[in-house]
């Protein structure tokens, strides 16, 4: 059996940024497990040849990166996520929003154009994708203390510690004996996917399970392009459609000149698992050169990315379920055997912005700030410098 202080289970943003606080105050024995072969959890930016490069090589390496899951932040409402960026390093744009909109208003009318409007503050992205923040956060973390191909599945409360039982691809367990658990991984899929012994409590079992996973029912499709031909036209690349299959369309181009345009399938999640990918690529072809024209038909690249697909993502409930950010649940249990040994992190968790990128920042700060309450009280004075 492997023993550490700490375990996270999870290793996409609030995963990496929870051991990136706790290596700030100089704890490092910790053990970060993370199911899938990379890390990054939601965020997953692509790389023009068609390669998830997130949490596999830097941003700095490859800064024409498309992302494939969320995209922008907004430094004016998100504070504490804008001061992780500058600290970081991290260089960011402005979204493209100049020119005017096209949209579809019936799946029986014919495109129309209006003009465009610009969100305020203005959407931000990063470059190199949202990837960039991954790989940041893992340049500055030590690498033996983060495990791919591991996922969490049993907890068992002991006289004091914890027992967890982690599964490789291959079916083969792990066992750490830690004392404290920190999961990064959505409410619902905690509920799904780990097993607890003794029973978690009933009514904060049914609070996580009750709450929706942003991006479950989500998929995007991203089309590049040799030029940002839509601009010329004096278009924004901005798209709004009651015909689909895309119901809103962005301009996905690279600070450093890569033009691409991407949009969010309006087609239900279980539909859209019974049609080929090159159906749906066809469909979104058509639909974007119905759009901004002809040019729009012959991308140099495309992609499909459905997190609906996605185990370590979504489940059955999340198919069915209305896409929108919830209210935060309980992050620890109150009372009974667990009360002290676990906290969730992931983003949901997060009060001011659950499901946002600010809100997985959010919440690992909160659960490092509790961790440190329960399991160091000597470093309790140090838990007011988590920002």
Known sequence: M???RIAIGGGGLSGLYAAFLLEQQGIKDYVL???RHTIGGRIESM???????SGVCDASDDPDRFDLGPTWFWPAFQPQLDRVIRNLGLERFEQCETGDMMIERSPHEQPSRMHGYTTSPRSMRLVGGMGALIDALRRELSPARLVSDRQVRHLRCADHHVELDAEDSCGQLTSYCVQYVLLAVPPRLVTATIGFTPALPDKLARKW??????????????AVYETPFWR????????RSARGPLSEIHDASTAHGSAALFGFFSVPARVRS??????LRSHCRTQLTRLFGPQAATPKAEFIKDWASDPYTANATDLDAIAQHGTAPPTVAKEGVWQGRIAGIASEWSPQFPGYVAGAIEAASLGVRELLEVVTPQDRLLSGAIQ
Do not use: F, N
Not at 47 to 53: H, N, Q, T
Not at 232 to 239: P, V, W
Not at 274 to 279: R, S, T
């Open 2 to 4: 492997v023993t550490a």
């Open 33 to 35: 497990l993370e199911a």
């Open 47 to 53: 790389s023009v040849s068609g390669v998830s490069v």
């Open 209 to 222: 399970r009750d709450t929706g996973t942003w991006m479950a029912r989500h998929a995007k499709y991203v």
């Open 232 to 239: 010329a036209q004096g278009l924004s690349g901005e798209g």
């Open 274 to 279: 019974a049609i080929p990918d090159g159906v």
